[in-house]
């Protein structure tokens, strides 16, 4: 099984007291959007570094690029909260995924990530996932931080007109 990349920030005891000051609704809202700018870095980071196809593989292979289509992002609301919001950024897969775009010529169903991802016996690794997450930690950090800000300002200027 392949193992669970955390990214984790420290020392925001104080962001979560101020957040549970908030109103609810623009507490957890706020929270999430910061941390979908983040997610959003190292998504398109790993689109960035999945490797694709020089040329059709086969008839009953996906076509080229399906790896890159295939590197989502995905809000996970039974593991989120007021004070925490999470997000995977990971690879769709699955049979339902195979028949997509308007022609149903393309597919997103990239079920040999983990082969590329980790290797094989018979084939060495070329990870994407892992490095995207490694190079682009920082600024998915400092991408959360300037969104969160623009959202409270956002916000309270919202409540500072309120008569």
């Known amino acids: 099984m392949a193992k669970r990349e955390t990214f984790k920030i420290e020392g925001l005891a104080e962001l979560g007291k101020a957040l549970r000051e908030l109103p609810e609704r ?4 706020g929270l999430r959007v910061s941390v979908y700018a983040g997610a959003k870095v190292v998504r398109d980071e790993a689109r960035a570094r999945a490797p694709k196809a020089a040329q059709s593989l086969g008839p009953n292979q996906p076509p080229p690029g399906t790896l890159k289509r295939s590197v989502i992002m995905k ?4 593991l989120s909260s007021l004070t925490r919001q999470t997000f995977f950024v990971t690879v769709r897969h699955g049979k339902k995924y195979r028949k997509q775009g ?6 997103q169903d990239a079920w040999y990530w983990r082969f590329v991802e980790f290797g094989t016996r018979k084939m060495a690794a070329r990870p994407f996932l892992r490095p995207a997450l490694e190079a682009k930690r ?4 400092q991408a959360m931080k300037e969104r969160l800000q ?4 956002l916000e309270a200027k919202k409540f500072s007109t309120r008569p």
């Open 26 to 29: 623009v507490a957890r809202n």
């Open 75 to 78: 809000h996970i609301p039974e």
């Open 102 to 107: 308007k022609k149903g010529n393309l597919s």
């Open 138 to 141: 920082r600024e998915a950090a």
């Open 150 to 153: 623009q959202r409270v300002a």
